[in-house]
């Protein structure tokens, strides 16, 4: 049976970071809500377009577009063993209609790691942020620099600051985190999948109390 694990927690807090790790030990896809909607944007697909409206300001985009993209991303081969989601669900309503989803592709959630840090820790994050333009790595230029400044290490593309990174929308999205997603701590508390991990930590010991919840 194939594996999901849902990836909970605020903007910065290093999501991505960390699926990418976890996905590459385990085998399993990468599905980041937020990256897909970049590809779209970078695309200008009608799809990109009207998320860009929603992104821009720091709000979540619409449920019903939300759920048709990742719907459609599950459908790939490489999906088949599992994956891990970054940043999906984010509202009740996309929890819901995961389940509906997984059951077609005979998956459901695993595991839901909860990944927390006080809120000056994820700004700082997300302030020093620099991510590539060609494929999305991304770096900080404090705790995960690039060798040189301004240039992705793997594709030697530019690297720049996400638009929904200044600081006005970074309060933004930390409110609607607040409103909107922290609902999903209860559902998944409640179905006895969530398991809390402290983000504040360096990426490596993440990585390590990560590795191990999910082996649990
Ligand atoms: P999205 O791209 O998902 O943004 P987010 O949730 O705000 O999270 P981030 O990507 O900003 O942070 P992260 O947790 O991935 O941290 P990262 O690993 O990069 O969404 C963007 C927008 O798209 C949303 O606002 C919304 O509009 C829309 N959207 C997306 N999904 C949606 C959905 N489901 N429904 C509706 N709308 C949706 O790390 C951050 C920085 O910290 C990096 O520089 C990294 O190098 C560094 N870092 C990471 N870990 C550590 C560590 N342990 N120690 C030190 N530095 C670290
Ligand atoms: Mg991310």
Not at 167 to 174: G, P
Not at 197 to 216: F, I, R
Request: charged fraction near 25%; hydrophobic fraction near 40%; glycine fraction near 8%.
């Amino acid at each position: 049976m194939a594996t999901f694990i849902v990836l909970l927690g605020p903007p910065g807090v290093g999501k991505g970071t960390q699926a990418k790790i976890l996905a590459n030990a385990k085998k399993l896809a990468h599905i980041s809500s937020g990256d897909l909607f970049r590809e779209h944007i970078k695309n200008q697909t009608e799809l990109g377009k009207h998320a860009k409206l929603f992104i821009d300001r720091g709000e979540l985009v619409p449920d019903d577009v939300t759920i048709g993209m990742i719907r459609e991303r599950l459908s790939y081969a490489d999906c088949k063993p599992g994956a891990i989601l970054d940043g999906f669900p984010r509202t009740p309503i996309q929890a819901v209609a995961l389940e509906k989803m997984l059951a077609e592709f005979d998956g459901q959630v695993n595991i839901v790691p909860y990944i927390t840090a006080p809120e000056s820790v994820v700004v700082g994050r997300i302030s020093g942020r620099w991510t590539c333009r060609l494929n999305g790595h991304v770096y900080h230029q404090m705790f995960n620099p690039p060798k040189q400044v301004g240039v992705c290490d793997i594709d030697s593309s530019e690297l720049y600051q996400r638009d929904d990174d200044k600081v006005e929308t970074v309060t933004i999205r930390i409110r609607v985190y607040l409103e909107q997603t922290i609902p999903l701590v209860e559902y998944y508390r409640k179905s006895g999948k969530l398991v809390e991990l402290n983000g504040a930590q360096a990426v490596e010991q993440v990585s390590k109390d990560l590795c191990q919840v999910v082996k649990n």
